[in-house]
């Protein structure tokens, strides 16, 4: 049973989940509010997970705890921020097809920092996927032309490359012996350290309210910070630590695809000839990963 490519695909569900709740939490508090809580709320998870699995952080070495507050600040900080920016500049259709690249750097780095070298058929594979997963999401029309777009280009491409490589230096940093569980739970504690410090210098923190805000979609954020940066992030570097890392990211990037589903149980989405034959090309690529022997 290939766990490792299971564990990517969960991972892929869970974002989805996450997007859909997180997105009334923003429209309910605002996009800063949702990450200054979903952090905090994510670690305090892990913490109590941590502790019912009586995992010992002994295996974290100085080295190990560097590549992963590394892949912290890159890979959820870094890259989300990049995101978002690009968000700003060329809208959700061009952006998320944007951030269908991290598979590649993740690939790439793989190569060059773990030796990982992938054959045809997986090669075969993460393109096909990519290509149902890039075709869905390129769908999503109706939206402004972007005033910036050479800027917005260049901080999506930043985004996916974080994306990619922090995942790789996540599996660095877990060394083969380093229980997942305990690596998200150094990587979510640090991302959560930075932003708040960031929030505090921008002089952003007071503005924001967030306690007296986090009233208004606590249901959301706590539910979001479950399936995201607790259960999802934990699956990924479970993932990441069981296949190839370019494997992993390809089948995490599925995301667009499975949303279709949750739109059309929970919003009643009818899902045009596009969107059906983009999920049919990155369900047949899926399968060449899983099948690649």
Wanted: contains cysteine.
């Amino acid at each position: 049973m290939p766990k490792g490519e299971l564990a990517a695909l969960a991972t892929a569900t869970c974002w989805a989940v996450t997007s859909l709740v997180f997105a009334e939490a923003a429209r309910r508090i605002g996009a800063l509010r949702v990450n200054l809580l979903r952090l905090p709320v994510a670690f305090a998870l892990l913490s109590m997970a941590l502790l019912a699995a009586h995992h010992p952080l002994a295996s974290l070495t100085p080295p190990r705890w560097v590549y992963l507050a590394a892949s912290a600040v890159l890979g959820l900080l870094a890259g989300d921020l990049a995101f978002f920016a690009a968000l700003r500049r060329l809208g959700a259709r061009l952006a998320s097809v944007l951030m269908a690249l991290a598979p590649v750097f993740a690939a790439l780095a793989g190569r060059l920092l773990l030796g990982e070298l992938l054959g045809g058929r997986a090669l075969l594979g993460i393109t096909v996927t990519l290509a149902g997963v890039t075709w869905v999401a390129a769908e999503r029309d109706g939206e402004s032309r972007p005033s910036h777009r050479l800027g917005g280009l260049a901080l999506g491409t930043f985004g996916a490359a974080c994306q990619g490589v922090g995942l790789v230096l996540a599996k660095l940093g877990m060394a083969g012996e380093v229980p997942p569980l305990a690596a998200t739970w150094v990587r979510i504690g640090v991302a959560t350290a930075v932003l708040w410090l960031l929030t505090a210098a921008s002089g952003r923190l007071r503005q924001a309210e967030v306690f007296l805000a986090a009233r208004r979609a606590w249901r959301q954020v706590v539910s979001g910070a479950f399936f995201g940066p607790f259960v999802g992030v934990w699956l990924s570097l479970t993932a990441a630590s069981l296949t190839d890392v370019g494997v992993a990211a390809t089948l995490m990037a599925t995301t667009p695809v499975l949303l279709i589903p949750l739109a059309m149980a929970l919003e009643g989405y009818r899902p045009t000839l596009r969107a059906v034959a983009g999920t049919v090309l990155a369900v047949i690529g899926v399968g060449l990963l899983f099948t690649r022997g």
